[in-house]
């Protein structure tokens, strides 16, 4: 914001040295007599003032709901699988099935998160399944999509969506193995 002030103790003791500012014209000047002031413009720069919208400045409450219903056709015979459900930092994981190929699970996950928009839109969904033995687990396959890829959706989900994996992090020169279906939805939070 820029501005101008006057300076009172400066007074002329002439009448025909006229004082003009930047685009002014001498028509528009009044008729003054001659003690004059003279105007000193504000030298000070104004700060740019930048404004975000607030709703985009501010973090906000999410909340994605993720329900494993089932996988068929996984790779092998008498498996245990589970499914880790993996989003950014937190992670959680259904019930072991053992001894098949094709378990049912119809598991709900909840996942609430205080962030802002653009960092919660770049986080990323990952659902793995599982072998799990006794002591180790190996992974049979896995796919991974973007939070912002489920929420630009229609009403914000991709329901009950079939999702082929492949094994080794969705390699694309692998054929698709195995199908995995679940419902994610993503929703502000009031």
Do not use: C
């Amino acid at each position: 914001m820029t501005g101008s002030f006057k300076l009172n103790s400066e007074v002329e003791s002439a009448p025909e040295a006229s004082l003009l500012l930047e685009g002014e014209n001498t028509d528009d000047k009044p008729k003054q007599s001659a003690a004059r002031t003279r105007t000193i413009p504000n030298t000070n720069r104004s700060k740019l003032n930048t404004r975000i919208q607030d709703s985009e400045a501010k973090p906000q409450s999410f909340q994605i709901a993720i329900n494993i219903t089932e996988a068929r056709q996984l790779v092998g015979e008498n498996i245990d699988p589970s499914i880790v459900i993996e989003i950014g930092d937190e992670k959680k994981q259904t019930s072991v099935k053992e001894g098949t190929n094709a378990p049912f699970y119809n598991e709900y996950f909840v996942f609430d998160f205080f962030a802002l928009k653009d960092v919660f839109f770049d986080k990323v969904i990952k659902l793995t399944v599982l072998h799990s033995k006794m002591l180790r687990s190996f992974s049979v396959g896995s796919f991974k999509l973007d939070v912002w890829t489920v929420y630009k959706q229609p009403v914000q989900e991709v329901i009950q969506a079939s999702m082929g994996y492949s094994p080794l992090e969705m390699n694309i020169f692998e054929p698709v193995q195995g199908l995995l279906e679940s419902e994610i939805s993503v929703y502000p939070k009031a």
